[in-house]
């Protein structure tokens, strides 16, 4: 069976109307609210996510349709100075997003932690797993992954179990988009369209798609395009937890 895994990144009340939107426009193609959603407590220090109110009443009940709960960092914001390959990827993959990318050990498990907790009291039950903020991990992230309780974990080519000597369920590329200047917007849509056929014969495609997407209309109709490319031939849209099933 071939799959197809569709996630709406950087959920929280910030991007509220972003998130309802880019819903409605997934499930029309997966055929209802097969997708993940990956929840950020407290999106840049900004927008906490808190147990009681409209907005963590609507992911409970997002989760309850059968939408998938990540853990997606807890600031989604990147402080750290790095260095060598990490300024690198920090400069050229991301806008000091990559959280993860530079924490220490004891920091990196206690945020996964605590979001865990929160996400998990929230929707009232499990978390379907951790992915970090632009799938970007420091060592001590990784190693902390395993301490946290996750069933799973997601970086830019692979999804796999951190509990379980890091088993890998599946490698690929993720097709997402790039909104936050015209040059990456260009190279999004280039690449996406280049995924499309490429990826054709994968066994699991995957797909993400972020709030800033939803202004950006040549995004959105690659977004279209890229769904319809794949369930066209009669991809089946699944969860995460089925690759570990």
């Given at each position: 069976?071939?799959r ?37 407590p ?46 690198l ?6 806008a ?135 369930t ?14």
């Open positions: 069976m071939k197809l895994l569709a996630s709406i990144h950087d959920v929280g009340p910030r991007f509220e109307c972003e998130v309802e939107a880019l819903l409605a426009r997934l499930s029309r193609h997966l055929g209802g609210p097969r997708l993940a959603m990956l929840v950020v407290d999106h840049w220090g900004e927008a906490p996510l808190a147990p009681g109110t409209p907005f963590a009443t609507k992911l409970r009940g997002w989760a309850d349709s059968g939408v998938e709960m990540f853990v997606h960092g807890w600031f989604h914001r990147d402080t750290t100075e790095h260095r060598g390959i990490a300024a990827k920090a400069k050229h993959m991301t000091s997003e990559g959280e993860f990318l530079g924490l220490d050990h004891a920091t990196a498990l206690d945020r996964m932690k605590r979001g865990k907790a929160l996400v998990e009291d929230i929707i009232g039950r499990p978390a379907a797993g951790f992915i970090a903020p632009a799938w970007l991990y420091s060592p001590d992230a990784m190693r902390a992954l395993g301490e946290a309780g996750f069933a799973l974990a997601e970086n830019h080519g692979r999804v796999w179990v951190p509990s379980a000597a890091d088993k890998v369920l599946t490698r690929g590329p993720v097709i997402t988009w790039a909104s936050r200047t015209n040059g990456r917007q260009l190279s999004s849509l280039a690449a996406a369209a280049v995924l499309r056929s490429l990826l054709q014969p994968a066994r699991v495609v995957r797909v993400a798609v972020h709030p800033g997407d939803a202004h950006v209309p040549r995004l959105l109709d690659s977004i279209d395009r890229t769904f319809r490319a794949f066209r031939g009669g991809r089946v849209p699944s969860c995460y937890a089925d690759l570990a099933r």
